[in-house]
């Protein structure tokens, strides 16, 4: 009778583990679904949020852009000697200038046409120029070459972000940037010298500038690590591989 108690107390005790061990097995089989199911809905967000952005600046470019310069010709060729008349022709073609800039600039952060036209590396170096008139000095360097088009904009939004946090938070005078492509894989190395920071996980930067960050690194099925000490800069090191995502455009 003792014997029974017991084996019975064994058996009740194997599958209390039994069902224990399950349950965790499905509350974490579901949690990695969870987060697979936001990862993609994250990824489907940020290939249509390019996509809306193409099609933005490109009608921009196309139609907006001629109209204004249109105008502005227009308003050039009008003939007059009432010195009023002339005043506000000359201060609308002004504001036309004006209008003509800042939606060239708008444009090119929506998707810049070199990026397209030139390739990844000459797009980026357009963008370091723009942005180099800040304390900011920035050094790139770079091998990539022939990669597709969804590449190519992934890295450059990578390398805005990376660049427009520097100059927010790291208050860095110095940034290197290098991307060095391998056969089968990209690395992207950016080192600054400023103030640093304290984390204990990427995951818990909850600023919208990393989480974009790591978004796309992410789509691009990379991996994403920091090194950072206060007083020490920071370093971010990204690895991206290159699976099917040559382009035979042969544009950099």
Do not use: C
Request: hydrophobic share 40%; aromatic share 6%; no cysteine.
């Amino acid at each position: 009778m003792e014997e029974q108690v017991i084996t019975i107390a064994l058996l009740s005790s194997l599958l209390l583990v039994i069902v224990i061990a399950s349950f965790y097995y499905f509350v974490n089989k579901q949690h990695k679904k969870i987060i697979e199911w936001q990862e993609a809905r994250v990824n489907a967000e940020i290939v249509t949020l390019e996509s809306e952005r193409k099609k933005i600046a490109t009608d921009l470019h196309d139609d907006i852009g001629p109209l204004l310069s249109s105008i502005k010709m227009q308003l050039s060729v009008i003939d007059t000697n009432d010195e009023t008349d002339f005043n506000i022709i000359t201060k609308s073609k002004s504001q036309i200038d004006e209008v003509i800039t800042k939606f060239r600039i708008i444009a090119t952060n929506l998707l810049p046409n070199s990026l397209l036209r030139d390739g990844l590396n000459t797009a980026i170096k357009n963008f370091i120029e723009r942005v180099n008139h800040t304390s900011l000095k920035i050094k790139f360097e770079s091998n990539a070459n022939s990669l597709n088009e969804h590449f190519q904009v992934n890295i450059y939004r990578i390398i805005q972000e990376i660049i427009h946090n520097t100059i927010k938070h790291a208050k860095a005078n110095f940034l290197t940037i290098t991307i060095l492509q391998k056969k089968d894989s990209i690395i992207i190395n950016t080192t600054d010298d400023g103030i640093g920071f304290i984390f204990q996980n990427i995951a818990d930067i909850k600023t919208i500038g990393m989480l974009s960050l790591q978004s796309r690194v992410s789509l691009l099925n990379g991996k994403l690590n920091i090194e950072s000490e206060l007083g020490k800069g920071t370093k971010f090191i990204i690895h991206l591989p290159l699976t099917d995502l040559i382009n035979t455009n042969g544009k950099n």
